[in-house]
């Protein structure tokens, strides 16, 4: 298959300026990246969920914790003046880092999720009435999505939504179009998390603000790679997470202009937002504390602080130089190879390579799999951005995300990987994989006398197998040899839920039995159809008791699947051994109806 090849992304003239970075010497800074995993040097690309942390900053909340630690705001005492002093000096130092007017406009939370959770249940809650329209656009994450939405079912408002080219970048003549007088926000993402668009956020403000209304910048995916002012870029509100940016977890910064903050309700209420109460009337604490009820995550705020001292001394024109380098050399990489496809092309891109194989056409899961055994960490799926994979009419792709210690050497090693993933599945026919032609639906006959005898065989086969690349492959040979299923079978109710990866199961009571049951399994992931496969001989053409009364869970313990397998494949095939455990539980309950 022929596909269009990336446009490459144009340079920014403050990174080309920037001296180098020695990225061999800041590496030394991450103990977490010194490690191998599956016996190679890890190669940590999914750094858009989230980033490793220097030692400055597992230094500084460790300290607070041996030396500092006390609540906030509440006490007299030595300790608690310190940790006090601390936590506002980090305050201190993310207005300097964002440029922001004054301290009142910093609020703490727990990371943008719920910095945009507060704007909508706060200003929105305040703001919006029936008919009111929020606009927000097509390549948001769930973050910016799903707290728009649950305003507008209780206000009776409306979404609307910016479209986006094939490329990925916003339409700004559509955008335009949706303004009037009925839009109460814009909520957008400075840089797309799934395909890593940087939006003309300058444009996309004035043009609001043209009409009176407020913009919301989710710049989760941003403030780890551009130098921001948001002063300067006038926008009403903006939202980060700490543990994007090299800081802990549990900790963000929302951004709101102090003129919106100071007529926002609280949203939360506890100690700490109040300046008095009593059972007749209770007032507000002053900004930023309106917003901070309940103890806030000191020590993570700390260690934010020093993330973002740690990225001054790093310099953010060099990072930011650092970081296009690897995009550029990721980019003309796997452009090189045959059959891969990168989603999202736009003209001004960050952090960010997304791409799917067609040909031969592998599911995402399984490239990321094979790269796990290589040591590389990428993530696949939708990476919460369901309507923007609708929108390229694709269930994920894959997603190497970069950070400042990553190294070219490290962008080659993932594409030499890649590479021959994909020429190895070039050289196998594809078996069956979703969707399939018409075909004559042949259930397995049972492969031992009882699920105990195949498990017996299985523990067996992977004993003598060494490492977990040969036992991935065992059951991937094993998914190869599922029997097709038909494409009538793979409907809405037959489809498995809780999967990363489309999965479909269809089962029955054997013709001609009471009480035995077979079914048919397919997916688009080698890796599930494996496991799939793997269930298919334990339970198809066994009585429906036998299946009910055997012990899957420590099979899968003893075949060491429960730890190998990531969680989200454990839940995956959870839902599967549980969808034939109910369909056994019913069979057996009508065998017991009608012996
Ligand atoms: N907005 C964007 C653009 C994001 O990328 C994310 C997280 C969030 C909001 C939510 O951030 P949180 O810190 O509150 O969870 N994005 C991702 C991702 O791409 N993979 O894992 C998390």
Redesign the pocket.
Known sequence: MSMPKTIPFLPRQAARAAPPLDVHRLRQDFPILLQRVHGKPLVYF?N???TQKPRAVIDAVRHFYEADNANVHRAVHELSERATEDYEAARVKVQKFIGANCLREIIFT???????NLVAQSFGRANVRAGDEIVVTAL?????IVPWQMLCWEKKAHLRVVPITDSGELILEEYEKLLGPRTKLVAV??????LGTVNPIEQIIDLAHRHGIPVLI?????APHLRLNVAALDCDFY??????IYGP?GI?VLYGKARHLELMPPWQGGGDMISSVSFEKTTWNELPYKFEAGTPSIAAAIGLCAALEYLDEVGLDALAAHEERLLAQATARVNDIRGVRIIGTARRKTG?LSFVVDDPPLAALDIGTRLNLEGIAV?TGH???QPLMDRFGLPGTV?A?FAVYNTVEEVDVFAEALAKIVASGRGKPKVVGLPTTRVEPTYPAAAGASPEEVAAELVEAFDLMDDWNDRYQYLIELGERLPPMPAELKTEATRVKGCQSTVHMFARKKPGTADVLEFLADSDADIVRGELALLQKLFSGQRAQQVLDFDIHSLMQRLGLDSHLSLGRRNGLAEMIQRIRHFAGELAGQAREKP
């Open positions: 999914d858009a969920a989230t727990r990371g943008t999720t719920e910095a945009i948001e994450h769930h973050s910016n993402a400075h840089v797309s998390n799934a989710d710049g989760a995916q941003a939202a980060f997470s700490g543990h994007k977890t963000g960010v993530r990476h919460c951005c997603r995300s």
